[in-house]
């Protein structure tokens, strides 16, 4: 199995740019656009190759490579991190970390969790030792995410206290989606009061926070769990109101939908909404591959 290249190390001097009038990539990211941000990243990089310093140009690349990572494009991505490997700048700092991250990204997006691991591991250890604390949490975050049930909340469990104590908005920032990966980790072994209380606290954080994405995702998360707790009315109504005001969940929100109807005997609506999410979640590059009896139960309850 493929191993993650040994990352150079050494002193590097530069009479680059400082990175603070470099244009910041990390704000052009759509994670809903993967394409459409390696466009932009690639042009950011043209721009810049020969103004900026190794590390900022070692950064960029690993971003390049998420966003191949993000469409499948997994040879690419490696690829592009083999590239990235041979800059010095990669194995120091920030850029190392950012380097194990996304490397360890494309291994587990590719079904490689064994590979993944180790280096999540380390890139957490790296990032909290040279204080880039948000990185560090991105990292806890996806070991979290490789492994399941205790591990899986433990590893979430210690981002989340790194989060809550860190002074770092890179880390604060984080809060709310660790919740939500904690509910949906008790979510799934079927412990819904607990997911409940993590989604509702992810919905506190998010208000806070000044997140109307997520509040609202956190809301349909709610009202999820509410269904499968036998408050199928609750659930329907705060997905009537989703569907309401933010129509651009589309079709998670008519699965839902479709559910709540099915649940209260409505089949003849149920089947409506399952046929909406049917034709815009079978357009999903990643739930066609990892979840397709999902998604055949969308088609056969829509009557087709």
């Known amino acids: 199995?493929?191993?993650?290249?040994?990352l150079p190390v050494g002193q590097i001097e530069?009479?680059?740019?400082?990175?603070?009038?470099?244009?910041?990539?990390?704000?052009?990211?759509?994670?809903?656009d993967p394409a459409g941000t390696e466009a932009q990243f690639r042009a950011v990089f043209d721009d810049v190759q020969g103004n900026a310093d190794d590390g900022y140009l070692a950064e960029l690349e690993t971003?390049?490579?998420?966003?191949?990572g993000l469409q499948q494009k997994f040879d690419e991505a490696h690829a592009q991190l083999d590239k990235t490997a041979l800059r010095p700048a990669a194995?120091?700092?920030?850029?190392?970390?950012?380097?194990?991250?996304?490397r360890g990204r494309v291994f587990n997006s590719s079904k490689k969790k064994d590979v993944a691991g180790p280096l999540f591991i380390e890139a957490w250890n790296v990032g909290q030792n040279i204080g880039e604390d948000g990185?560090?949490?991105?990292?806890?975050?996806?070991?979290?995410?490789?492994?399941s049930g205790e591990s899986s909340l433990q590893w979430n469990s210690a981002a989340l206290k790194l989060a809550e104590s860190s002074e770092q908005p890179a880390a604060r920032k984080w809060r709310k989606s660790l919740l939500?990966?904690?509910?949906?980790?008790?979510?799934?072994?079927?412990?819904?009061?607990?997911?409940?209380t993590h989604f509702e606290r992810c919905g506190d954080c998010s208000i806070e926070m000044g997140d109307t994405e997520s509040e609202r995702i956190a809301n349909w998360s709610i009202a999820k769990t509410l269904r499968l707790l036998g408050r199928v009315?609750?659930?329907?109504?705060?997905?009537?109101?989703?569907?309401?005001?933010l129509p651009e969940l589309g079709g998670f929100n008519c699965e839902e939908l479709g559910e709540c109807y099915l649940a209260l005997g409505?089949?003849?609506?149920?089947?409506?909404?399952?046929?909406?999410?049917?034709?815009?979640?079978?357009q999903d590059i990643w739930l066609s591959r990892d979840e397709p009896m999902r998604l055949e139960r969308m088609r056969q309850l829509s009557g087709r």
């Open 63 to 68: 971003q390049i490579a998420r966003t191949l």
């Open 135 to 147: 990185l560090a949490v991105d990292a806890a975050h996806m070991m979290a995410i490789v492994e």
């Open 266 to 282: 409505s089949e003849s609506e149920a089947a409506r909404y399952f046929g909406v999410a049917y034709d815009l979640l079978s």
């Open 180 to 196: 939500n990966n904690i509910g949906w980790t008790y979510f799934s072994a079927g412990n819904y009061p607990q997911a409940l």
């Open 1 to 6: 199995m493929a191993q993650a290249p040994i």
């Open 14 to 32: 530069s009479s680059k740019m400082p990175e603070s009038t470099l244009p910041d990539f990390d704000k052009l990211w759509n994670y809903s």
């Open 233 to 245: 009315d609750e659930a329907l109504a705060i997905q009537k109101q989703i569907e309401t005001i």
């Open 91 to 102: 194995g120091m700092g920030r850029a190392k970390v950012r380097y194990l991250l996304e």
